[in-house]
């Protein structure tokens, strides 16, 4: 059984930054890509961020330049670095582990419980 799980979230103000972080079980990153959604209240569940088994992240157009995605050295542990935070940026994130290794955005199957994020002055 995988388990993942999301830290990090809190409180910021506009301008700030934030880095939450992404855990699972045993060194599943060493074969699989992860990735970050989030979900803001009212709106449908959106892409932010993915990295591949292989090490290369990606970002979604609306974070490029604020967010940055990276992974430790053991592949236990997925980051999302948040900068430049835009009260927009408000939602519940959520980490999820890829069912791919190096394509992104093909599906998951595994979900961590999501931690908030709010973003206001």
């Known amino acids: 059984q995988v388990h993942v799980a999301e830290s990090g979230g809190g409180s910021a103000q506009p301008g700030g930054s934030l880095r939450l972080s992404c855990a699972a079980s045993g060194r599943i990153f060493s074969f699989y890509a992860a990735s970050w959604y989030r979900q803001a209240p009212g709106k449908e569940r959106e892409w932010v961020a993915g990295?591949?088994?292989?090490?290369?992240?990606e970002v979604a157009d609306s974070v490029k330049g604020r967010f940055t995605m990276t992974r430790d050295a053991a592949r236990t542990t997925a980051y999302l670095q948040m900068n430049r935070l835009k009260p927009e940026d408000t939602a519940v994130y959520y980490c999820?582990?890829?069912?791919?290794?190096?394509?992104?955005?093909?599906?998951?199957?595994?979900w961590g419980e999501g931690t908030q994020v709010t973003v206001s002055s």
């Open positions: 999820a582990k890829d069912t791919q290794g190096e394509r992104l955005l093909d599906g998951y199957d595994y």
């Open positions: 990295i591949r088994s292989g090490g290369s992240p």
